[in-house]
């Protein structure tokens, strides 16, 4: 069951596209960073997060380096779908790599995610 | 020989569909960098002490936190702030300011401590802020200034970016050696 879940996202109109999708999700929190670094800074004061939501493309600290820190500490268990852009499979390719257990592109659709958020947290 | 055909990944997907198990994180090795490409990118954490901008290798960086309660410890080496609890293991934290010889640490709600590793014994380092994740290739450090060795010690070399920014790169395990010689 989701009950918190980290959003990682510079977009305020992708943002609102998630509180849309979360809105079959009552119970859970979402709690939204703007970038890498405040993505870890969030880690660090909230703590049990189920979910991360990761944007590749952010500045300061983007996609790719937030997993590169995050796995060698204690978060590296919490699963993390990664979000980019058609026509960088490369990156995505990377983020699994890196321990990312799903990936979705943007633009993407409500249903699409709904479907990867069930076979993420089943 | 045909090219190797990419195949497009379709709009989402679990890596276990897409690719093998990652491998387990591996220790560091003890010198990555003397083999350097001249071409090598490499992503550094970059961080403020005062004014200046520093940077740390990022497979060296362990984690970034925010500045809780550092507890201070009796007879400590002046450098030595004190030891924070990350999740029930307490790590010593280093001013790394003062470490440096570059005055001491004021604590403001964007100071971090950046937790290196070192061995099996992760470490703490207080800076002033973060400033960003950076790719730096090596061809932009300048590791040499008029014929003098610029690059050694706890200098890895200084980046030259954008404009009349530079960043002196640290060789964390030099810094750590010599602090704790000092602590």
Known sequence: MLEKVLIVEDSNLQAKMYQTVFKGHPDCRLIFAQNGLEALDQLALEKDFNLIILDINMPKMNGLAFLEVMRRNGYGKIPVIIVSTEGKDEDIRRGLVAGAKAYIKKPWKPDQLRDLLNKVVA | ?183
Request: charged share 30%.
């Open chain 2, 1 to 183: 020989m045909e090219k190797e055909k990419k195949i497009t990944l379709p709009a989402y997907g679990l890596a276990e569909d897409i690719i093998a198990p990652p491998a387990p994180v591996q220790e560091k090795s003890t010198s990555p960098e003397d083999q350097a490409e001249p071409d090598a990118v490499r992503k550094y954490v970059i961080f403020f002490l005062g004014q200046e901008e520093y940077g740390l290798l990022i497979s060296e960086v362990q984690e970034i936190n925010r500045v809780n309660r550092i507890t201070r410890v009796p007879n400590a080496s002046a450098h030595i702030k004190g030891v924070i609890n990350i999740r029930g293991k307490i790590l010593p934290v280093i001013d790394l300011k003062k470490g440096l010889n570059l005055g001491e640490t004021e604590i403001g709600k964007e100071s971090r401590i950046v937790v290196v590793e070192r061995g099996v014994r992760p470490l703490g380092l207080l800076v002033d802020r973060i400033s960003q994740v950076l790719t730096i290739a090596e061809n932009q450090m300048e590791k040499k200034l008029n014929d003098t060795k610029i690059a050694q010690g706890f200098i890895r070399g200084l980046a030259k970016l954008e404009g009349t920014r530079l960043v002196i790169l640290l060789n964390y395990q030099e810094i750590l050696g010599k602090m704790l010689k000092k602590a």
